[in-house]
């Protein structure tokens, strides 16, 4: 029996299966967390109740990871382990199916500075999940800093939990980019509505709001007592003699965000800017594959949940199904589409960031390879093709994979492609020796 | 439920991740890097990084972000490269 599989339970992945579900198709939605939502609409996972439902067509498959991912006659075959995270007693499950929908999203893009690895150091996602899902506060007295909107709903989950907000730093200059895509603004407004809610909690709380200013190094042994907070130029190198210390317990740090894009590398969908590309349709460049969401673009939940009901769409009349056109969903693409563009443009991250690091600072985290050491290596043994600076440095081949420093990594060593350099991942997630030697199990669910 | 943490016996709710309960517990730090020895805790909190390793019933190497806690864990700290026993 055919069925549809969509890879993640975010806004679009949830999409994506009611959409197909309402056509009447089948489909397994796989996602690896605990609870359905994804990170926007992250679940508590210590509350009983179910926010959720979805369509009686649809087998959800949570705590699942999709470890691999390969083209087979007429498909892709899905290579599937569920159970507790990183345990070896998860069970193995192997699908094919004639159409897939990825919608993987995205996780909070960080740029090093010095200090960045101590704990207390986390990115804003970090403090959004542990506040929505666990109730835990991160720190007693904590700064954010970055770019872009997304600081200001992770101040409000902050305050939620109690913390004290000592501010939010923004690395740019929004206001001048708001203004500077009319269009983009007035396609918004409903967002900006929701941005100056939070606004008014922010001043409501006295949060202090400063732009041009970044958190560019953190101090401490075992975990971060304070921070240096600076003025930034246009090109984001600092103003000299504007730094600051600020004391804090905890910092938070978020420069836009990376698509998750391994299982679209492994399915070979053309890219472009870094992001899968995707027609009208949501159909990828490869047959079959279908993808949506934060994958496609950065725009939020509305615009991924659009996508998300277009690609469930597609995915189903591909398996002859007859959905009505969703229409709907088509005009919210249309106009999340340019906010994400005006979004885009009012968060550029600038070069000025490389002078933060130090020669010490460490680029690679999993790896410990620090920024002296990567420019060294690019430069003496001409190692710029990524796959030689990976294997003569190190960076980007402990157990995250290049996802964190994959990024900073090519721009700081002139790497042109990064997203192709870091996102080709065979063996899309960690797997434990035992689990990839165990017995293959029963033939693969067929078409 | 209880769990242990590095041999002391803590409560623990179900639906806590390992993370959730060692930063409650106010633990900021359990893991030291192969390399540089260097205290590492959560990062990204979304399991994408594996910063926050720890060793869980001496299965070494779980991302505490992602694992869910369950009664009698015996969860500790994690220092370098801990290979199978």
């Known amino acids: 029996?055919?069925?549809?599989?969509?890879?993640?339970?975010?806004?679009?992945?949830?999409?994506?299966?009611?959409?197909?579900?309402?056509?009447?198709?089948?489909?397994?939605?796989?996602?690896?967390?605990?609870?359905?939502?994804?990170?926007?609409?992250?679940?508590?996972?210590?509350?009983?109740?179910?926010?959720?439902?979805?369509?009686?067509?649809?087998?959800?498959?949570?705590?699942?990871?999709?470890?691999?991912?390969?083209?087979?006659?007429?498909?892709?075959?899905?290579?599937?382990?569920?159970?507790?995270?990183?345990?070896?007693?998860?069970?193995?499950?192997?699908?094919?199916?004639?159409?897939?929908?990825?919608?993987?999203?995205?996780?909070?893009?960080?740029?090093?500075?010095?200090?960045?690895?101590?704990?207390?150091?986390?990115?804003?996602?970090?403090?959004?999940?542990?506040?929505?899902?666990?109730?835990?506060?991160?720190?007693?007295?904590?700064?954010?800093?970055?770019?872009?909107?997304?600081?200001?709903?992770?101040?409000?989950?902050?305050?939620?939990?109690?913390?004290?907000?000592?501010?939010?730093?923004?690395?740019?200059?929004?206001?001048?980019?708001?203004?500077?895509?009319?269009?983009?603004?007035?396609?918004?407004?409903?967002?900006?509505?929701?941005?100056?809610?939070?606004?008014?909690?922010?001043?409501?709380?006295?949060?202090?709001?400063?732009?041009?200013?970044?958190?560019?190094?953190?101090?401490?042994?075992?975990?971060?007592?304070?921070?240096?907070?600076?003025?930034?130029?246009?090109?984001?190198?600092?103003?000299?003699?504007?730094?600051r210390r600020v004391e804090v317990d905890a910092v938070c740090v978020g420069f836009g965000f990376t698509p998750q894009l391994e299982l679209a590398v492994a399915a070979r969908c053309a890219l472009a800017g870094g992001f899968v590309a995707v027609d009208v349709a949501q159909a990828t460049s490869v047959r079959g594959v279908f993808a949506a969401g934060e994958l496609t673009g950065i725009g939020g939940a509305e615009l991924s949940a659009a996508e998300g009901t277009i690609a469930g769409a597609s995915a189903a009349r591909l398996l002859g199904a007859r959905p009505a056109p969703p229409v709907r969903a088509l005009r919210k693409a249309r106009t999340g589409r340019r906010f994400a563009a005006a979004l885009d443009a009012a968060h550029p991250v600038r070069d000025g960031w490389r002078s933060w690091l130090r020669e010490d600072t460490l680029v690679c985290r999993c790896e410990e390879v620090p920024y002296g050491e990567l420019c060294a290596a690019a430069r003496e043994r001409e190692a710029y093709g990524g796959r030689s600076l990976k294997l003569v440095t190190r960076a980007g081949l402990g157990p995250c994979q290049g996802r964190i420093c994959g990024r900073a990594v090519a721009e700081l060593t002139g790497i042109q492609d990064a997203a192709a350099t870091f996102a080709r991942r065979p063996i899309a997630a960690p797997l434990r020796l035992g689990e990839l030697a165990e017995d293959p199990g029963p033939q693969p669910e067929a078409l | 439920?209880?769990?242990?943490?590095?041999?002391?016996?803590?409560?623990?709710?179900?639906?806590?991740?390992?993370?959730?309960?060692?930063?409650?517990?106010?633990?900021?730090?359990?893991?030291?890097?192969?390399?540089?020895?260097?205290?590492?805790?959560?990062f990204c909190g979304i399991g994408v990084c594996f910063d926050c390793l720890v060793v869980v019933n001496g299965i070494a190497d779980v991302r505490a972000c992602q694992r869910l806690v369950r009664d009698g864990d015996d969860i500790r700290a994690q220092h370098g490269a801990e290979l199978p026993s």
């Open chain 1, 1 to 243: 029996m055919s069925r549809v599989v969509v890879v993640g339970g975010g806004p679009a992945g949830m999409a994506a299966a009611r959409a197909a579900g309402a056509a009447g198709v089948e489909v397994l939605l796989v996602d690896s967390g605990a609870r359905l939502g994804g990170q926007y609409h992250r679940q508590d996972s210590r509350a009983g109740t179910e926010r959720f439902t979805l369509p009686s067509g649809v087998e959800y498959l949570g705590d699942s990871v999709v470890w691999a991912l390969e083209p087979v006659a007429g498909g892709h075959r899905v290579h599937v382990r569920t159970g507790p995270a990183d345990g070896p007693g998860r069970t193995g499950r192997s699908v094919d199916t004639p159409a897939l929908v990825l919608a993987t999203g995205a996780y909070d893009r960080a740029l090093p500075f010095p200090g960045w690895d101590l704990p207390g150091v986390f990115t804003a996602g970090a403090a959004q999940a542990l506040a929505k899902g666990q109730g835990v506060r991160v720190g007693e007295r904590v700064l954010l800093a970055g770019t872009g909107p997304f600081l200001l709903p992770v101040a409000r989950s902050l305050l939620d939990v109690g913390a004290r907000v000592v501010g939010v730093l923004e690395a740019g200059e929004p206001v001048t980019g708001w203004l500077a895509r009319p269009g983009g603004l007035l396609a918004g407004t409903g967002k900006l509505g929701e941005l100056a809610g939070h606004a008014a909690l922010l001043a409501r709380h006295r949060v202090p709001y400063r732009r041009r200013t970044a958190v560019v190094e953190a101090h401490g042994t075992d975990r971060v007592e304070a921070v240096t907070a600076a003025r930034l130029n246009p090109d984001w190198t600092v103003v000299p003699g504007s730094s």
């Open chain 2, 1 to 42: 439920m209880k769990v242990l943490i590095d041999g002391k016996e803590t409560v623990a709710v179900e639906g806590q991740t390992v993370a959730g309960v060692l930063l409650g517990a106010g633990v900021t730090s359990w893991r030291t890097t192969r390399d540089g020895g260097r205290p590492r805790g959560v």
